[in-house]
Each structure stands twice: as C-alpha cells, then as structure tokens.
C-alpha cells in the first residue's frame, strides 16, 4: 500500500473498489467521519531565528574559544554564555544604550564572570591546600576536560579489564599467525 497516493481512507477505498481486499468493518463509519486532515508544508523547513542571534554570532567571533571552553549542556536548565550575552546586549538596548556600548558592558560583564569563576577556584585550592587535602575538582571545568574525565575511565579499563586483555591476545595471535603464513608462502 506504501505505493499508493492517499490516505489511508482513499488507499482503502481503492483496494476495496478494486476487489483486492475484503471492505473491512471500520470503512463506513470511518466514511461518515472521516478524519481531521491537516494541511502539509511545501516541504521547506524554515530556519527558526530568535532576536539575540545576531549578537550571539558576534560573539563566537570575538571569542572563538568559548566554543571549546564553555559546556553546552544538553539537559542543563542554564543557558549557554554565548546566548547570556545575546540576551544581555537586548536588555540594554531596550533600556536605550547604543548596540556598541551594549555589547562592550555584556563583553565586560562575560570576562569577569570568567575571572571571577577562576578566583573562586584558585581560592577552593588554596583552602585545600592549607587544610591537606587533596584540591577538589574544577566546578567549571572546560568542554574538552570534561569530556576526558567522562572518558579517562574507559581508557584505564583497556588496561586492567580481562575482556579487553583476552580479544588484545586473540588480535595478536591472529596477526602472528598471518605473518607465519606470509613466510611459509613466500611473501606474496
């Protein structure tokens, strides 16, 4: 039926007319009350544009390295710094500022977040420091570490996992065993 043109009610219908299927129980009331269709887009997918994307754009290009260093979480509630500051360069120029001094105050605004997120955590290690401990993990780490901290455990296991070790022996076997028979047949 996937051949056909139609809805399922037209695509019934025909099969039916056709005496290539027996009419099925639902088709009269289905005839009756047909349902709801809905109309189809030209099958253009518009692109959705929100207000702060422009300055969001300006923003990756004055800082190109937000993008590795600031974690886009997925189910994070908190938005991006990227789209704060879109957000924050609409607030001012709402409050009248021009769009150049909204976005020198929202770029101001976004580097001492930034330094005061390092403080913060220099000061964390500092309080470890002088009680002997350990310095706690970075609360902001950047994209990337969290990625290999997400992976350093799954770098470890290929060391120590008895699976990992047994199909690493097998590989070897089987390209030592290759390479005897590449001797024994001459090569080529």
């Not at 189809?40 to 004055?62: A, C, M, S, T, W």
């Not at 770029?107 to 330094?115: G, P, Q, S, T, V």
Request: hydrophobic share 35%.
């Amino acid at each position: 039926m996937s051949y056909m043109k139609g809805d399922l009610l037209t695509k019934t219908r025909r099969l039916v007319k056709g005496l290539a299927k027996a009419e099925p129980v639902w088709l009269k009331a289905m005839e009756q009350a047909p349902p709801a269709t809905f109309p189809r887009g030209d099958g253009k997918v518009q692109k959705i544009n929100l207000p702060e994307d422009v300055y969001i754009k300006k923003f990756f290009q004055k800082h190109p390295d937000s993008k590795q260093q600031d974690a886009i979480k997925i189910c994070g509630f908190e938005p991006v710094p990227a789209r704060i500051f879109g957000l924050r360069v609409l607030e001012l120029k709402e409050h009248g500022v021009s769009e150049e001094e909204a976005m020198a105050v929202a770029d101001m605004e976004y580097r001492a977040e930034k330094k005061e997120k390092k403080k913060a955590y220099t000061r964390l290690k500092q309080i470890a420091r002088l009680q002997g401990k350990r310095p706690p993990p970075n609360p902001y780490p950047s994209a990337i570490k969290e990625i290999q901290a997400g992976e350093r455990k799954y770098v470890r296991d290929r060391f120590f996992n008895p699976s990992v070790l047994k199909m690493v022996q097998m590989l070897k076997e089987e390209k030592a065993a290759e390479m005897e028979e590449k001797k024994k047949g001459g090569g080529w």
